[in-house]
């Protein structure tokens, strides 16, 4: 089983900075993809950035420029820099792994963390 948990998250007013850290540890071979997506309230939860095992990343179009994902593949952490954040950036954040536990077929797993809170106050 793999477990995957967040730091970080709080109270911050707008324009300012926040870090994300998420750890994921447990039977793990090897990770693939981890991620950070969001959930406002009532609203669909969406991607916010992503990385893969090569390094490449994604971003929602309304962070690029603005939060920047990094990712220690010997630690299976993954971060994300949160800079000029805005009041539409509150949201309950998640973290997401990807991967295996073992060399195998059928070996896939896809955990999530139990989210962090992050409120920007205009």
């Known amino acids: 089983q793999v477990q995957v948990v967040e730091s970080g998250g709080g109270l911050v007013q707008a324009g300012g900075s926040l870090s994300l850290s998420c750890a994921a540890s447990?039977?793990?071979?090897?990770?693939?993809?981890m991620g950070w997506y969001r959930q406002a309230p009532g609203k669909q939860r969406e991607l916010v950035a992503k990385t893969n095992s090569g390094g490449g990343t994604d971003y929602a179009d309304s962070v690029k420029g603005r939060f920047t994902i990094s990712r220690d593949n010997a630690m299976n952490t993954v971060y994300l820099q949160m800079n000029n954040l805005k009041p539409e950036d509150t949201a309950d954040y998640y973290c997401n792994a990807q991967g295996y536990y073992c060399p195998g077929y059928g070996c896939a797993f896809d955990s999530w963390g139990q989210g962090t809170q992050v409120t920007v106050s205009s």
């Open positions: 447990g039977s793990i071979f090897t990770i693939n993809g």
